[in-house]
C-alpha cells in the first residue's frame, strides 16, 4: 500500500484530579488553562516533528496519561486533528485513548469516536470500592460499570480494563472476585499488573519495608505474600482462558485480534515517537525524551530530531545550533542514546521474551545478521537446562517458571 | 648546612593517648617557627595520608626539621618526629623513638593519664629518652591541669609541675613548649670524625628518586658518592643524594652528619636491600659493630586476602610489596582457596593496622580486595610430638591428630572511671578474660589487669569497650606467651559445600553462638536464588546451626512500556553488575561482602 516506514505515537497527557497512592507516572492535577497551553504545545509539537518525519507513517496513536479523559472533549477532538493534519496516519491506524472512571461522559466518548478514537483503556484496577479507596482513586466500581455502559451503548467495539493484583490486604479469593467481575462485562482485552511499590509513592511510605522484606524472602505483613502473588498471577491466566482471554505478554491478556498493537510495538521494538512531557521516542535505532519540567516544556523545549534524522556523515551538516544543542542534553543525561548493535541484541530478546510467542531466530538472524545461538548460545541452553525457557519451531520464550523469575532469565542476555 | 653545631640540635617525638592532641600540637610548632606560612598551613601538616586526615590518626611516623629562633639569641634544629597513638603501631612509635633523644608527653587536661599514655612513656624510658611532659586542653571547661600534673608524679614518677599549660588548639603558650625543648631535651651524642653509623627507621619508594632511606646519623657523616653497606643485608650502593625534611618535601643538602636526622637516596635495586631497624655504614671505612636494632614486634592477626578480580593477582603483590617496604610488621605468603582462588595470607599487627592496610590496597592502589576472617596464630601439637604454627584454619590437620592445642594470651591493662567498672569486667568475663588485678589510681579512676584470648581482643574489643564506657575506657596490651585451649574449627558449609575461606577457629564454650551469627549474617548478605539455600556451620560432622535462604519464586516487572525500557535496561545492567561481584561456591553466588561481613558479628 504504501512504502513508507511505521511508526507509533504516544501522546502524553500528564493531568490528574489527584495523583492515586501508587502513582509514580509524570502526571499533576492543573486548572483548565494549563490544558489549553498543553493541547497547544502538542500541537506545536506534533507539527515540528511531522515535518522531519515524511518517510513515515503512523499506525497507531496512543493518549495515555495521568488522565487524558480529564481534559475537555474539545482539546482531545484539536489534538487528534493536529495528528491527521500533520502527520501520514495509517487508514486502519489503532487509537486508543486512556480513561478514568469518574471522568467521562456521554458528550467526552461521543467525541472521541468522531476523532477517529477506535480503542478504550480504562483504568478501573478493581472491583472492590474498598480496594479502590485504599489506592486513592477517585471513582467506584458503579461509576465504571455506567462508563463502560456507555461507552458500549455509544459503539466502541475496542475496550481494555486496567487492573492491579498483590494489594496490601488482598487475598487471592479478593483478586479472583474482581476478575470475575470484571469478565462479566466481557472488554476484549485485560490488562493485570502485579502491584509494583515505587519509591516516591505514598504507598512506598507505608509499605516499602513491607515489600523489602518480602523481596528478601521474609513474610510481609501487609502485602500478599510472595507465594500468594503467584498463586494470583497464574489463576489470572487460568480464569481468563476459560473466557477465550489469551495472555499475550506478561501482564496483558486479550480475546483474538484485540491484542494492543501500539503496545506490540514497544516489544518488538517499532519504532515510536513520544510527545509531550517527559515522553520516550525510539527513532533511527536512537532512544530519547522530553524534558519532565512542565514548565520547560510549555517554553517549547522539547527534544528536537534533527541529530537522529541527520545520521552519519550528513549531522555535521545540520549546523552548529543543534550540534550543541545535542552536546547540551547529552551531559543533561537526557540526551540522545544511539543503540550499539550489541545493545539493540539486548533489547530485541528482554522486551520480545516479554511476549508470550517469544522471540523468533529468523526475525534475530534478519536483524543482525548472526543467528541467535551464536550470540545466546549459554544462556539459551542454560535456560532451558533450568526449565526457564523453552523452544517450538522458530521460537524462543519464556516457560511458565521462566515468566515468574522473568528479570533473572532477561537479565541473562545482556552482554 | 655542613656546619650545624651538634649542640643546636634537638631530635624528639610527640607521644600520646590517642586523641590528646599530637598532631594538633605539631601542627602549632610548625607554624610557629614560620616553617610554614598559615596560608600555607593545611590543619595536621604531618598526616598526609588521605587516610590519616579521614580517621583524624597517625599512621604512619611523619618527619619534619624546622629552624627556632630561641629567647637566648640562638637558633636551634628541631627534627619533629609524629607518631602513631594506636595500639596496633606501637612497632611505629618504636621505630621513631630510635632516632630520637627525647620525647614531648602530651596529656589531654581532662582526660589525664590514659593507657597509651602509659605505654607510650614505658617505651620512651626503654629507649632512655628524656620525657617532657605538656599539659593539653587547657582551654576545655573540664581541664583540671592541676590534678593531672599530680597524676602524671604520683602514676608515671615524672617532674611535672613546671610543664607547660597549652591549648594547642588555640596556640596558647606554644613558645614555653619551644623553650623546654630546647632547654631540656639534650643534644645528640656522636662524633662526625668515627666511621659512619646510621639507624635506619623508616623508607618509602618513590617513583623517581627509587628507594628513599630514612635515617639517624648515630656517628661519622654520608654525602653523595660515600659508598655505604648495610650491615644487615650486605647491600652496598653509592649515594646519590641526602637531605632533610622540609615540610611535606624532601630537601638536599651537602652532607648528614652525626646528630642529625636526613634522608639518603643510593643506587638501591631492590627495595628489599633496605631493612628497617638496619646500620648503615661506609663501606670504605666500616664501624665495628651494628647499633642495636630495636623492638621488633611480629604480626599478630592473619587473614586471606584476594583481588576481587583473580587476574589482578600480580598487582596485589606489586602493591604489598610496596607497603612492606615502609611497613615492615607486614607479612604476607601466598595461598589458594577453593571459594577465593589466589591470594595472600597476610599477618598484621592487629584489626586496625588490618583495615588500614586494606583500605590502602584498594585506595591507593586501586584493588578490590575480599578479606577473610582474621584469626591468631595457634599452636598445634600433634600426637606425634610435632608442633605446628596455624595461621590458617584451613591448614588444621584431622582432629584425630592433635593431642592440643595452644592459644595466643595478652596481658590487657584497662583504665576505667569507677561507674563502668562493672560493664567492663562483664565484657572481659564475656571474652574469657581471667582476672588479675585492680588498683586505684585516683579515686575514680582505676586500672584493671586482665589476661586474655588474643583471639577475643582483635575483633571488636576496642568498640565494645568504647560503648560499655561511654568511651571513659582506654586499653593496652601485650603480648604474653601461649596457653593451652579447647579449641574447635568452626565450617560453614553453603548448601552443602564447605567453604574454605569461611572457616574459622574458635573456642569450643563461643562455638555455638559464633556459629549461629555467622549463619544469620550470610542469611542476609547471600541472595535469593532460583532453588533454596541451606547455611550452616558444623564443627566435624557436627551441624550446630542452620539458617535457609529461601527460594525466589517470583522476580516480574509487571510493566514495560515505551517510556519504561531504559529504565528496565539499568535494572538489568545493575543485576548483572551485582553478578559480577558473586563468587561461585558450588552453585551458588555468594557476593564477596558475604565474606567480609562475617567480621563484624556483634551486634551489642
Redesign the interface.
Known amino acids: 500500500m504504501t512504502d513508507k516506514k511505521e511508526l507509533e505515537l504516544y501522546l502524553h497527557i500528564p493531568f490528574c484530579i489527584r495523583k492515586c497512592n501508587y502513582c509514580d507516572f509524570l502526571s499533576m492535577p492543573a486548572d483548565e488553562g494549563v490544558y489549553i497551553q498543553y493541547a497547544d504545545m502538542l500541537l506545536e509539537e506534533l507539527k515540528e516533528k511531522a515535518s522531519v518525519c515524511r518517510e513515515y507513517q503512523a499506525i497507531t496513536v496512543f493518549l495515555g496519561g495521568g488522565t487524558p479523559s480529564l481534559l475537555p472533549e474539545g482539546q482531545i477532538s484539536r489534538i487528534l486533528g493536529g495528528v491527521q493534519e500533520y502527520f501520514s496516519l495509517s487508514p486502519n491506524a489503532e487509537v486508543t485513548i486512556e480513561c478514568n472512571p469518574g471522568t467521562l461522559d456521554r458528550q467526552k466518548l461521543s467525541a472521541y469516536q468522531k476523532s477517529g478514537v477506535n480503542r478504550l483503556s480504562i483504568g478501573l484496577q478493581s472491583a472492590i470500592n474498598q480496594e479502590l479507596g485504599l489506592l486513592g482513586r477517585i471513582h467506584t466500581f458503579q461509576q465504571f460499570e455506567e462508563n463502560f455502559a456507555l461507552a458500549r451503548d455509544i459503539g466502541f467495539q475496542n475496550i481494555n480494563i486496567d487492573l492491579i493484583s498483590g494489594l496490601p490486604r488482598q487475598t487471592l479469593r479478593d483478586w479472583e472476585y474482581t476478575l470475575e467481575k470484571v469478565m462479566d462485562l466481557e472488554p476484549e482485552h485485560i490488562s493485570a499488573y502485579s502491584l509494583i511499590v515505587e519509591p516516591g509513592t505514598p504507598f512506598y511510605e507505608t509499605y516499602g519495608e513491607d515489600e523489602q522484606r518480602r523481596e528478601q524472602g521474609g513474610h510481609p505483613q501487609y502485602l500478599p505474600e510472595e507465594e500468594t502473588e503467584r498463586d494470583m498471577y497464574q489463576r489470572t491466566k487460568a480464569l481468563l482462558e476459560e473466557k477465550g482471554y489469551r495472555r499475550y505478554e506478561i501482564s496483558n491478556y486479550a480475546r483474538q485480534g484485540r491484542e494492543c498493537r501500539h503496545n506490540i510495538g514497544y516489544w518488538r521494538r517499532t519504532p515510536y515517537l513520544g510527545f509531550g512531557l517527559g515522553s520516550a521516542s525510539l527513532l533511527e535505532e536512537t532512544r530519547f525524551s522530553n524534558p519532565s519540567s512542565l514548565k520547560e516544556y510549555l517554553e517549547g523545549n522539547y527534544t528536537r530530531l534533527g541529530p537522529v534524522l541527520h545520521k552519519g556523515p550528513s549531522a555535521k551538516g545540520t549546523g552548529a545550533a543543534s550540534e550543541r544543542e545535542w552536546q547540551e542534553r547529552q551531559t543533561e543525561g537526557e540526551g540522545y542514546w544511539k543503540l550499539s548493535r550489541e545493545q539493540q541484541m539486548e533489547e530485541f530478546m528482554f522486551l520480545g521474551l516479554r511476549m508470550a510467542e517469544g522471540v523468533s531466530k529468523v526475525g534475530f538472524q534478519a536483524a543482525f545478521g548472526i543467528n541467535m545461538e551464536g550470540a545466546y548460545g549459554k544462556p539459551l541452553q542454560e535456560f532451558q537446562k533450568q526449565g526457564l525457557l523453552a523452544q517450538q519451531g522458530d521460537a524462543v520464550f519464556l516457560t511458565e517458571e521462566g515468566i515468574a523469575v522473568s528479570n533473572y532469565v532477561l537479565g541473562g542476555f545482556l552482554l | 648546612m655542613a656546619a650545624t653545631d651538634q649542640s643546636k640540635i634537638r631530635n624528639f617525638c610527640i607521644i600520646a593517648h590517642i586523641d590528646h592532641g599530637k598532631s594538633t600540637l605539631a601542627d602549632r610548632i610548625i607554624e610557629k617557627t614560620g616553617l610554614l606560612t598559615s596560608r600555607e598551613m593545611q590543619a595536621q601538616v604531618l598526616d598526609n595520608m588521605e587516610l590519616e586526615r579521614e580517621r583524624g590518626i597517625t599512621i604512619k611516623a611523619q618527619t619534619v626539621r624546622i629552624v627556632y629562633r630561641a629567647k637566648d639569641g640562638e637558633e636551634y634544629i628541631f627534627n619533629l618526629i609524629d607518631t602513631p597513638g594506636h595500639v596496633d603501631f606501637n612497632y611505629e612509635v618504636s621505630r621513631s623513638l630510635a632516632a630520637c633523644d627525647g620525647a614531648i608527653l602530651v596529656v589531654d587536661a581532662a582526660q589525664g593519664i590514659e593507657a597509651q599514655t602509659l605505654a607510650n612513656v614505658y617505651l620512651a624510658l626503654d629507649h632512655d629518652l628524656d620525657v617532657l611532659p605538656v599539659i593539653n586542653k587547657i582551654d576545655l571547661p573540664s581541664a583540671e591541669p592541676d590534678r593531672v600534673i599530680e597524676e602524671i608524679e604520683d602514676v608515671i614518677g615524672l617532674e611535672a609541675q613546671d610543664a607547660p599549660r597549652i591549648s594547642a588548639k588555640t596556640g596558647l603558650n606554644i613558645e614555653d613548649v619551644l623553650e623546654q625543648i630546647v632547654e631540656k631535651i639534650p643534644a645528640p651524642g656522636g662524633n662526625p670524625e668515627n666511621p659512619l653509623q646510621a639507624l635506619i627507621f623508616d623508607s618509602l619508594y618513590d617513583s623517581y628518586k627509587g628507594v628513599i632511606v630514612f635515617c639517624r646519623i648515630k656517628e661519622g657523616r654520608v654525602k653523595v658518592g660515600t659508598t655505604i653497606k648495610m650491615m644487615a643485608t650486605g647491600a652496598s650502593a653509592d649515594v646519590v643524594e641526602v637531605g632533610y625534611f622540609g615540610a611535606g618535601q624532601f630537601i638536599p643538602c651537602e652532607e648528614l652528619s652525626a646528630g642529625m636526622v636526613g634522608y639518603i637516596t643510593a643506587s638501591l635495586k631492590n627495595v628489599r636491600d633496605t631493612q628497617v631497624g638496619d646500620t648503615v655504614t661506609d663501606a670504605d671505612r666500616p664501624c665495628s659493630a651494628p647499633l642495636p636494632g630495636y623492638k621488633k614486634v611480629n604480626s599478630m592477626v592473619f587473614c586471606g586476602m584476594y583481588p576481587a578480580d583473580g587476574a589482578k593477582y600480580p598487582d596485589l603483590r606489586d602493591a604489598l610489596e610496596k607497603l612492606q617496604l615502609n611497613d615492615a610488621a607486614l607479612q604476607f605468603e601466598p595461598e589458594t582457596s577453593i571459594a577465593l582462588g589466589f591470594g595472600f595470607r597476610c599477618g598484621f599487627l592487629g584489626l586496625l593496622h588490618l583495615e588500614i592496610i586494606q583500605e590502602r590496597l584498594e585506595r591507593e592502589y586501586g584493588l578490590d580486595l575480599v578479606t577473610t576472617a582474621p584469626g591468631v596464630i595457634y599452636k598445634v601439637h600433634k600426637a606425634n610430638g610435632e608442633i605446628i604454627e596455624l595461621t590458617n584454619p584451613s591448614n588444621l590437620p584431622d582432629p584425630a591428630e592433635i593431642e592440643y592445642m595452644e592459644e595466643p594470651m595478652v596481658s590487657a591493662e584497662i583504665m576505667v572511671t569507677s561507674e563502668y567498672i562493672g560493664a567492663i569486667m562483664d565484657l572481659c568475663q564475656e571474652r574469657r578474660g581471667i582476672y588479675i588485678s585492680m588498683e586505684y589510681m585516683e579515686e575514680t579512676r582505676a586500672l584493671l589487669k586482665y589476661e586474655m584470648p588474643l583471639n577475643e581482643i582483635i575483633y571488636d574489643f576496642f568498640d565494645a569497650l568504647k560503648s560499655r564506657s561511654r568511651g571513659y575506657a582506654s586499653f593496652d596490651y601485650e603480648m604474653k606467651g601461649y596457653a593451652r585451649s579447647e579449641l574447635v574449627k568452626l565450617d560453614i558449609l553453603i548448601n552443602k559445600e564447605e567453604v574454605d575461606a569461611l572457616s574459622f577457629i574458635v573456642h569450643s564454650g563461643t562455638a555455638y553462638e559464633r556459629g549461629r551469627k555467622m549463619c544469620e549474617k550470610l542469611k542476609?548478605e547471600i541472595p535469593?536464588h532460583?532453588f533454596e539455600i541451606p547455611i550452616q556451620a558444623a564443627i566435624g560432622s557436627k551441624v550446630i546451626a542452620r539458617e535457609t535462604?529461601?527460594a525466589?519464586?517470583?522476580?516480574?516487572?509487571?510493566?514495560?512500556?515505551?517510556?519504561d525500557?531504559?529504565r528496565?535496561?539499568k535494572?538489568?545492567?545493575k543485576?548483572?553488575e551485582g553478578?559480577k561481584r558473586m563468587r561461585q561456591v558450588g552453585n551458588v553466588e555468594v557476593p564477596q561482602k558475604a565474606f567480609m561481613s562475617v567480621l563484624k558479628l556483634d551486634d551489642r
Open positions: 542476609e535469593r532460583l535462604v529461601k525466589m519464586r517470583k522476580d516480574v516487572l509487571a510493566k514495560c512500556y515505551g517510556g525500557i531504559s528496565k535496561r535494572l538489568l545492567e543485576q548483572k553478578k
